[in-house]
């Protein structure tokens, strides 16, 4: 069950760039998710995300502690729908339908967590350095808050200058 999960039912073993296949597939299944239940699905959905991969991780990486997998995407999952909230939060307050996720939003969501996962600035990779199974999990929670603060101020921007 930890593999199933830690690997989001085996989207981790796609090559290559199996963190970015991790990534587009919480894309696809957090617009899902947006568009059924709108932001307080996905909000769920990003808990649950987040607690049962600080589980996943710690039971298979069990016995690699200072492994971080690439198969593992569990993690870029829970940070990529860290990263989604923000927009779907926007357009929910909008009262925008639920099946309306403007592409720039999820677009942007998606190339500025992948930015902050790979480059790695200042608290993501103090968490990345930990070398345990909280690490793994922690770096991306962190690269997905900082993508949502980018989403967020790239659209304000975008709206108040082209609008």
Not at 3 to 8: D, E, P, S, V, W
Not at 48 to 59: D, H, L, S, V
Not at 62 to 86: H, T, Y
Request: hydrophobic share 55%.
């Amino acid at each position: 069950m930890s593999r199933l999960i830690a690997t989001f039912f085996y989207v981790g073993y796609l090559r290559p760039m199996s963190g970015t296949w991790g990534s587009a597939a919480a894309v696809a299944v957090g617009l899902i998710l947006h568009g059924i239940g709108g932001f307080p699905l996905l909000a769920a959905a990003t808990v649950a995300a987040i607690g049962w991969g600080f589980w996943a991780c710690e039971t298979y990486l069990a016995l690699r502690p200072s492994d971080d997998p690439s198969e593992v995407v569990i993690d870029e999952v829970a940070g990529q729908w860290i990263a989604l909230l923000f927009p779907s939060f926007g357009f929910w307050m909008h009262g925008l339908d639920n099946w309306t996720f403007p592409y720039p939003g999820w677009v942007a969501a998606f190339f500025f967590f992948r930015l902050f996962d790979i480059w790695k600035p200042w608290v993501i990779g103090r968490a990345d350095r930990r070398g345990d199974p909280a690490g793994v999990m922690l770096d991306d929670l962190w690269a997905g808050l900082f993508a949502g603060i980018a989403t967020v101020i790239v659209a304000g921007l975008a709206h108040g200058l082209l609008m």
